[in-house]
């Protein structure tokens, strides 16, 4: 079974995306417009109504997505 890419957590009125790979990593930089301050460590911090978007772009690139949204 092949390990996941990137680990989505719903905390409620935020929602975590961690790129687990650096390709995963590589990828959001390149396709997510984030601010500096949404990074909190290795975890993108993305409003509840934006990650059904950046999950159907990440499935689409071929990561395997773990977690809930």
Sequence with gaps: M???D??????????T???LTAKARAWINGNVSAEPWQ???AR???DPRCVE???GGLDEAGFRVSGRL
């Design 2 to 4: 092949r390990r996941p």
């Design 6 to 15: 990137v680990l989505i957590e719903n905390h409620g009125t935020i929602i």
């Design 17 to 19: 995306v961690e790129p």
């Design 39 to 41: 990074w909190l460590g």
């Design 44 to 46: 993108l911090a993305v």
């Design 53 to 55: 978007g950046l999950a």
